[in-house]
C-alpha cells in the first residue's frame, strides 16, 4: 500500500512539473526575444529592466481624441541583455486606431542611445544605452523623465506591473540622495510616484505628498517583496 501510495504521489509531482512547464510556455507563447546593448561598447548590457507599450486613439465612445495608453509589459534583462516581451497589443487594441508601440530599457547610471538604425520587422528588438556621466541634478531630472514616460494610468494591471520598473528607477534616486543639492526635484519624484500609486487619479492625490510617500510608498520600493 505505502509502494502504491509513494508512487501515486510521484506522478502527482511529476505531473505537476509538466504542467507548470506547459503553463510557462503558453504564458510567455507571444512573446519575442530582444535585447539590450551598451551604445558605447557595442555589447550587451545585462541587469537592467525592460518595458513594452501601446498607444493609440480610441475609435469611438471619448470625444475627447486624447491618445490612451493601451497595454503595457515589463520584463528583467539577464546578465546577457536578453528579454522577452511581447510584440503585439493586447486584444483590447480592437478598439484604438493609429497604434504605436514603444519599448524602453533602464538601468542605474546609464542613459537612452540610439543604436543608429530601426530594425525591420521580424527582427529582434534592440535598445541601446549608455553611461551617465553628467551630473546629479540632471541625472535626476532624467530619472524623473523615465517615470513619467511610461504611466499608463487607465490599465489595471499598472502599478502591479511596473513595480520592478519603479523600484530599480527609486533605489536609484535613493542612492543619490545624498548627493542632489535640489530637492524640488526629488519631491516631485516623490509626487510622481504617489500619483502612480493612487492609480493617476488627481482626486486621490493627498495633500500632503511627501507624508504619503514615507508612510505608504518608500518601503515597498525599497523592499523585494512584491
Known amino acids: 500500500m505505502r509502494t502504491v501510495k509513494r508512487r501515486r504521489s510521484n506522478m502527482h509531482r511529476a505531473?505537476?512539473?509538466?504542467l507548470a512547464v506547459v503553463l510557462a510556455r503558453q504564458a510567455s507563447a507571444g512573446d519575442e526575444p530582444g535585447m539590450v546593448m551598451d551604445a558605447s561598447a557595442g555589447s550587451p548590457l545585462g541587469?537592467?529592466?525592460?518595458?513594452?507599450?501601446?498607444t493609440g486613439y480610441p475609435e469611438k465612445g471619448d470625444r475627447s481624441g486624447m491618445i490612451e495608453c493601451i497595454g503595457i509589459r515589463v520584463a528583467n534583462v539577464d546578465a546577457n541583455g536578453r528579454f522577452r516581451l511581447p510584440v503585439t497589443p493586447p486584444k483590447t487594441a480592437e478598439k484604438f486606431r493609429d497604434i504605436e508601440r514603444h519599448v524602453l530599457a533602464f538601468k542605474a547610471g546609464y542613459m537612452d542611445s540610439p543604436l543608429g538604425r530601426v530594425p525591420a520587422e521580424g527582427e529582434e528588438t534592440k535598445i541601446g544605452l549608455r553611461p551617465d556621466v553628467r551630473p546629479v541634478r540632471e541625472r535626476m531630472q532624467y530619472l524623473l523623465a523615465m517615470l513619467a514616460r511610461v504611466e499608463c494610468r487607465k490599465q489595471?494591471?499598472?502599478?502591479?506591473?511596473?513595480?520592478?520598473?519603479?523600484?530599480a528607477v527609486y533605489r536609484e534616486v535613493d542612492a543619490l540622495r545624498p548627493m542632489a543639492a535640489d530637492d524640488r526635484i526629488l519631491r516631485e519624484i516623490h509626487r510622481r510616484l504617489v500619483f502612480a500609486w493612487v492609480d493617476g487619479d488627481q482626486a486621490?492625490?493627498?495633500?500632503?505628498?511627501?507624508?504619503?510617500?514615507?508612510d505608504n510608498v518608500k518601503a515597498v520600493l525599497l523592499s523585494d517583496e512584491q
Open 15 to 18: 505531473f505537476a512539473a509538466v
Open 47 to 54: 541587469g537592467a529592466i525592460a518595458a513594452v507599450w501601446w
Open 156 to 167: 489595471p494591471n499598472r502599478k502591479a506591473e511596473l513595480l520592478p520598473y519603479y523600484r
Open 204 to 214: 486621490r492625490l493627498p495633500a500632503d505628498t511627501e507624508r504619503y510617500f514615507d
